[in-house]
């Protein structure tokens, strides 16, 4: 290598460590009082922080995973953010080394243990969130907060004692505005929560509140406007103090025990927009001042003992957005005044005691989307959807349990083009499928279960592009099952997930074990198909395997024959398979144990034979699900080494013993006999021996 380039080789190595030296020069690590206790803070992690670099004393922490660090020269910590990295361990004292940090997010982890004291006292500290972990912590009643701290949440883990007598104990300690301790396991309010006087929004719900809650503990909390209290067990009357919470914007009382009737002290809550009281025991009529009021957008009194007329002055009430006011004791004709409240969007008067039919003047309210009526002894199905049908932009359509014993009206001209929940069960209608339904191709949900409907099922249901819950159950449908129902977009590979129907409010389905469940969106309900308790006859379509994000299958007690077809294997996510009490013959598909989130499942009273696939889910089925199939054997029904022919005794078959083969024998026999009778040398002086000795050995061959 020539002379040249090995100087410029030389320059350039010159130049180039230059340069590093000054980056380098350039580079302060952060303050190593803040570098040692995030050092002691990692070492009780399982796994390490990724992306720390973890007992390096020279490194710049800053430059870590979640760490952030102020401008200053002395580049001291200020921001631990944390949040959702799987972290698992327990929070050493160390880190309140952190003597300058403002903000610690720890939330949504797998963190245990206890929570450090001091940590509520750090002086700089301004968030903390540590909520959804695993934290089994007494949270001592001396503890005050310190006055820098204005977030608070420790929600969703195990903490437990009283809240609220030290907590702002010291008038510097006041400023904390947001504090959610909800669903977690304390047990006891303390007036001392009074003292929080900046509070702002209080999540207490889901805890062991007991007893009484004094109104007082509400007084001093002039600036609080979210204040949710549901899930816990307070009883008692709900006090009057609450009125004093003149700036509540939201309240959630639901799920506790309250009784007696709701204090008249809304007109205090002007702001009051969203009012939550369901499941409680309040009863009486609701206060003027509610009934009044102009601010509420939501009202939510579902699951009460609330028994009077209902009288809403819709004229004050201009904001009513959602009136749920289902599962009460409330009587009466649905009163037209209803009929004013224009901006309603959901409207719940399920289970009550209502009577009459829907007025005209329902049609006012042009703006539903939501409409629950099931169970309000309503009449004339026929005046009540030529009603409806002008609600354009109505998508849950609930009328269960009513119009007993009437005639589905056919009316080809009845259009509901936006709705996609549609339930119309336990009424006994008399009639069949109507033309109108089918023109309903939004549709997601649909139960006419529990009626007298007759014919056949309709052919066009594949037109429901996004149906995935439809119940047939419990009618007189008769002849084969529409291939349609093989076609089920939503059941083949569209995402129900994304569909999204609100409610508004929650159902509840029970199902065959008596189990009950809340659903509170309707793409909560399992993907469905059941046309059990029909008259329908015919085979089961192979199709059928297509529906991949089928989860129940049921078509127990019709007149279905055939074979099982071997593609249901390729419903994925089958939960449900009830083929019971049909006349379905053949083996049990052995492709069936491929079903592996298969958890119940029915071939009883068939004709199947065979013996029943072993492996999968079927080690865990009952022999209940395969009894009364004379052929089945093995699992846990019938050994099949036990499994015999039974001898049949008939005259028939004893005739076969005597035979041309028996006959055949007995002629040799006999041949045989003389044979070696002469042969033997044997001289016969007397006949009577030879006749003797000859029946001797037929009798023998025939024993």
Same mark, same amino acid.
């Given at each position: ?27 302060? &690590? =952060? ?23 973890? !007992?390096?004393?020279?490194?710049? =922490? ?23 990295? @799987? ?37 700089? %500290? ?28 420790? #929600? ?72 949710? /209290? ?28 309250? $009784? ?38 939501? /009202? ?24 749920? /006011? ?12 209803? #009929? ?15 009577? !009459?039919?829907?007025?005209? #003047? ?8 939501? +409409? ?46 936006? /709705? ?8 006994? +209608?008399?009639?069949?499928?109507? &033309?109108?339904?089918? !023109?309903?191709? *939004? %549709? ?11 014919? $056949? ?17 419990? @009618?007189?449908?008769? !002849? ?19 569909? *999204? ?9 029970? *199902? ?14 399992? &993907? ?47 939960? $449900? ?6 006349? +379905? ?20 009273? @068939? ?6 696939p072993m492996g999968g889910q079927f080690m865990t089925f009952p022999s209940s699900s395969f009894e009364r199939n004379n052929g089945l054997c093995g699992g846990p029904y019938i050994p099949c080494s036990l499994q015999q022919t039974p001898i049949d005794e008939s005259p028939s078959e004893a005739m076969t013993v005597f035979g041309p083969q028996f006959g055949f024998g007995v002629a040799t026999g006999f041949v045989l006999t003389i044979i070696v009778c002469f042969m033997s040398g044997w001289v016969l002086p007397r006949e009577t021996t030879f006749k003797y000795r000859c029946f001797t050995s037929k009798s023998s061959h025939r024993d």
């Amino acid at each position: 290598m020539s002379s040249p380039n090995l100087y410029l080789i030389y320059i350039s190595s010159l130049f180039f460590s230059f340069h590093l030296w000054v980056l380098k020069s350039q580079e302060t &690590p =952060c303050n190593p009082n803040d570098l040692k206790a995030l050092n002691g803070f990692s070492s009780c992690l399982e796994p390490n922080v990724l992306g720390w670099n973890n !007992g390096n004393s020279v490194s710049d =922490c800053c430059t870590w995973t979640g760490v952030t660090c102020n401008d200053s020269a002395s580049k001291r910590v200020v921001a631990l953010e944390l949040g959702q990295k @799987n972290l698992y361990g327990t929070i050493c004292d160390s880190i309140v080394g952190l003597n300058q940090l403002r903000i610690l997010n720890l939330s949504h982890n797998q963190l245990h243990g206890s929570l450090p004291t001091e940590l509520f006292r750090m002086e700089k %500290l301004e968030i903390l969130d540590v909520s959804d972990n695993r934290f089994v912590y007494r949270i001592p009643e001396e503890l005050p907060l310190s006055s820098s701290i204005w977030y608070v949440n420790v #929600s969703k883990n195990g903490l437990f004692g009283s809240i609220g007598e030290n907590l702002c104990k010291n008038s510097s300690s006041s400023n904390i505005k947001v504090l959610d301790m909800s669903m977690n396991f304390f047990g006891e309010v303390q007036q001392g929560l009074s003292n929080c006087t900046s509070l702002q929004y209080l999540m207490i719900n889901g805890n062991n509140f007991r007893g009484y809650l004094s109104g007082g503990i509400f007084q001093m909390m002039q600036n609080l406007r979210v204040l949710h /209290l549901q899930n816990n067990s307070f009883s008692g009357t709900l006090d009057h103090g609450i009125g004093h919470l003149s700036n509540l914007v939201e309240l959630d009382i639901s799920s506790n025990s309250f $009784t007696g009737v709701f204090p008249d002290v809304f007109g205090s809550l002007g702001k009051l927009e969203k009012f939550t009281a369901s499941s409680n025991n309040f009863n009486g009529a609701l206060p003027t001042s509610m009934l009044n009021s102009p601010s509420i957008t939501i /009202l939510d009194l579902h699951n009460n003992s609330l028994n009077d007329l209902i009288n809403l002055n819709c004229s004050a009430m201009t904001k009513l957005r959602s009136l749920h /006011l289902g599962s009460n004791k409330l009587y009466g004709s649905i009163l037209h005044n209803l #009929s004013s409240c224009k901006s309603l969007n959901i409207l719940n008067l399920g289970h009550n005691n209502l009577d !009459g039919q829907i007025p005209e #003047s329902f049609k006012n309210l042009n703006a539903l989307t939501v +409409l629950s009526l099931s169970r309000t002894n309503l009449v004339n199905l026929s005046s009540t959807l030529k009603i409806l049908q002008h609600f354009k932009n109505l998508t849950v359509l609930m009328l269960s349990e009513n119009f007993q014993g009437e005639q589905i009206p056919d009316d080809a001209y009845f259009q509901f083009r936006s /709705l996609k929940v549609l339930s119309i069960a336990y009424s006994e +209608l008399r009639g069949l499928i109507p &033309p109108w339904l089918l !023109g309903c191709n *939004g %549709l997601q949900f649909l139960d006419l279960s529990r009626n007298h409907l007759t014919g $056949t099922i309709p052919l066009g249901f594949n037109k429901f592009k996004y149906l995935f819950y439809l119940d047939l159950s419990n @009618n007189s449908f008769t !002849g084969e099952i529409p291939k349609g129902l093989t076609q089920l977009q939503a059941l083949i590979d569209i995402d129900i997930s994304l569909l *999204g129907t609100s409610l508004g409010f929650p159902l509840f389905s029970t *199902g065959i074990d008596g189990a009950t469940f809340r659903y509170n969106n309707i793409i909560s309900f399992p &993907p469905t198909l059941d046309l059990s308790y029909n008259m329908l006859s015919g085979t089961i379509w192979p199709s059928f395997g297509n529906l991949r994000r089928l989860h129940v299958l049921n078509f127990n007690e019709n007149r279905l024959g055939g074979s099982i077809p071997e593609s249901l294997s390729g419903m994925k996510n089958l939960e $449900t398979l009830d083929l019971s009490h049909n006349k +379905l013959s053949g083996k049990i598909p052995e492709s069936l144990v491929q079903l592996s989130f298969l958890s119940k499942f029915s071939v009883a009273y @068939n004709e199947l034979y065979g013996e029943i696939p072993m492996g999968g889910q079927f080690m865990t089925f009952p022999s209940s699900s395969f009894e009364r199939n004379n052929g089945l054997c093995g699992g846990p029904y019938i050994p099949c080494s036990l499994q015999q022919t039974p001898i049949d005794e008939s005259p028939s078959e004893a005739m076969t013993v005597f035979g041309p083969q028996f006959g055949f024998g007995v002629a040799t026999g006999f041949v045989l006999t003389i044979i070696v009778c002469f042969m033997s040398g044997w001289v016969l002086p007397r006949e009577t021996t030879f006749k003797y000795r000859c029946f001797t050995s037929k009798s023998s061959h025939r024993d």
